[in-house]
Structure formats: structure tokens, C-alpha cells
T-cell receptor, first 113, second 115 residues
Framework: ETGVTQTPRHLVMGMTNKKSLKCEQHLGHNAMYWYKQSAKKPLELMFVYNFKEQTENNSVPSRFSPECPNSSHLFLHLHTLQPEDSALYLC????????????FGPGTRLTVL | AQSVTQPDIHITVSEGASLELRCNYSYGATPYLFWYVQSPGQGLQLLLKYFSGDTLVQGIKGFEAEFKRSQSSFNLRKPSVHWSDAAEYFCAVGADSGGYQKVTFGTGTKLQVIP
């Protein structure tokens, strides 16, 4: 596989469930990102990992818990979510450096009932 | 902090017509500018980017964009639109954030192409 992959592509969960989103990049990048895309709102940066270290947490509620075990994999653990958390969650990766482009995965469409 | 404005939420053009999508940015230093496209149910695909040098940037799928510092603009153009160009287009500005790029996106412009 090439590029950035995300699984699952669709997820429906209840507010009491625990689930995880997975992102994998095959580009040899060192930085990985989670974004949230809600209808009629700009993409919101949630978390950034640079060389496996979390370097940004954009005031994200604790019911979202990221994990980056290595530079190729990024997880987003979800628990006790709210209906307003329903959105498209996008993962991206980039090489480190100020001129490096972010490459995006196809996203996970999350619906919280 | 940087910001991006895409004033047009929705644009409709006829197939074969020319296209221009507007983007204005706010950033104190030299910006890194991007245009991404998103088809329904998909992630974002990079169309083109500007970091420095020639202010007219060529991208994929026949798109180009021109950086105009005096107008703080980075408008996207295509001389002849194809039906497959129907999608949502996002302008973005990036800034160095200590080893990685922090990218701020606009709210997007949805393009409809009519036959």
C-alpha cells in the first residue's frame, strides 16, 4: 500500500462505547496529525506527533486519546463520545521541516448515536 | 496567528468554462500556501503549493494558482473545467511550528459543474 491509510472507513458507536481509529503512513514521514472535519466548519487540527512525541494538543477533550507507537502508526482512542463528535476524522503525515507538505488519508466517518 | 478566507461557499460553472476560486490569507511572514481538493467521502488531495520563487504555481489536473503578496491572495484557476472537477476545494496557509508545519484551512468552496 502507498500513501496514508485509515481504518475503519465508517464507524457507528454509542455514547458508552470504546473504539479506536487507526492511521498508517507508508511515506517514511516523521510527523503525523489528526484533524476533525465537521459540516460547515474548517478542518480543526486536533493532535500532532513529531518523531513519536506529541507536540500539539489543540484543546481536545479527554474523551479523545491519541497514541503514536512509531512514526508510521497513529491511533485515536475514543470513549464516552457525544453526538456532536460525529464528523470525518482525517489523518495526515508529513516529513519534518517547514516546507513539507501534509498528505492526507481518506478519513473515518464517525457517527455517535 | 494565520487565517484563511474563502469568500465563495458554493460556485457553479458550465463544463468547459474557466474557473477562478478566491483565497485570501493573513499571516505576518512569508506564507506557505496550499490548495487541496476533496471529493465526496474522500480525504484531501494536494493540488499545488507555494513556498517561494515564481508566484505562478502549476499543479495537477491542469490547475494553477497565483500568489499576490500585495493583495494577500492565492487564487486558484483552471482554463477549462471538466465534470470530474466537481468537488470541494480548500485553501490553506502553513506556518513553521517548531519542526513541523501548522496548517490552517479555509472553510472550502464547493464546485458544481453543469453540462
Amino acid at each position: 500500500e502507498t500513501g496514508v491509510t485509515q481504518t475503519p472507513r465508517h464507524l457507528v458507536m454509542g455514547m458508552t462505547n470504546k473504539k479506536s481509529l487507526k492511521c498508517e503512513q507508508h511515506l517514511g514521514h516523521n510527523a503525523m496529525y489528526w484533524y476533525k472535519q465537521s459540516a460547515k466548519k474548517p478542518l480543526e487540527l486536533m493532535f500532532v506527533y513529531n518523531f513519536k512525541e506529541q507536540t500539539e494538543n489543540n484543546s481536545v477533550p479527554s474523551r479523545f486519546s491519541p497514541e503514536c507507537p512509531n512514526s508510521s502508526h497513529l491511533f485515536l482512542h475514543l470513549h464516552t463520545l457525544q453526538p456532536e463528535d460525529s464528523a470525518l476524522y482525517l489523518c495526515a503525515s508529513s516529513q519534518t521541516g517547514t516546507t513539507d507538505t501534509q498528505y492526507f488519508g481518506p478519513g473515518t466517518r464517525l457517527t455517535v448515536l | 496567528a494565520q487565517s484563511v478566507t474563502q469568500p465563495d461557499i458554493h460556485i457553479t460553472v458550465s463544463e468547459g468554462a474557466s474557473l477562478e476560486l478566491r483565497c485570501n490569507y493573513s499571516y505576518g511572514a512569508t506564507p506557505y500556501l496550499f490548495w487541496y481538493v476533496q471529493s465526496p467521502g474522500q480525504g484531501l488531495q494536494l493540488l499545488l503549493k507555494y513556498f517561494s520563487g515564481d508566484t505562478l504555481v502549476q499543479g495537477i489536473k491542469g490547475f494553477e494558482a497565483e500568489f499576490k503578496r500585495s493583495q494577500s491572495s492565492f487564487n486558484l484557476r483552471k482554463p477549462s473545467v471538466h465534470w470530474s472537477d466537481a468537488a470541494e476545494y480548500f485553501c490553506a496557509v502553513g506556518a513553521d511550528s517548531g519542526g513541523y508545519q501548522k496548517v490552517t484551512f479555509g472553510t472550502g468552496t464547493k464546485l458544481q459543474v453543469i453540462p
